[in-house]
Nanobody, 122 residues
């Protein structure tokens, strides 16, 4: 079971990127999914969260510019980032609680993606 991210890259200020996070392996469903980021010399920070029911929450820095979404049929989550700024430059990490069947019961396990670099030039 793993989370695989894609979609990072280099973009000019004002541009857009869409990050994807695909869960693979023997999972029943995705519970909550988050996107975090970590800039050089800074702590990892929460950017956005989406629950199994589709409820979303954003860091103040992401509100109005970023949109988190998910496709349950594909076991994939997304982070659409618009109006990017140089201060958005960071490694972006996907995190999810994946539900697996263990001993006949559903249990949730926390997983992290490998990270994808987002660089915004001024």
């Amino acid at each position: 079971v793993q989370l695989v991210e894609s979609g990072g890259g280099l973009v000019q200020a004002g541009g857009s990127l869409r990050l994807s996070c695909a869960a693979s392996g023997s999972i029943f469903s995705i519970n909550v999914m988050d996107w975090y980021r970590q800039a050089p010399g800074k702590q990892r920070e929460l950017v956005a969260t989406i629950t199994s029911g589709g409820r979303t929450n954003y860091a103040d820095s992401a509100k109005g510019r970023f949109t988190i979404s998910r496709d349950n049929a594909k076991n994939t989550g997304y982070l659409q980032m618009n109006s990017l700024k140089p201060e958005d430059t960071a490694v972006y990490y996907c995190h999810a609680v994946l539900m697996q069947i263990v001993g006949g019961a559903q249990k949730g396990y926390s997983y992290w993606g490998q990270g994808t670099q987002v660089t915004v030039s001024s």
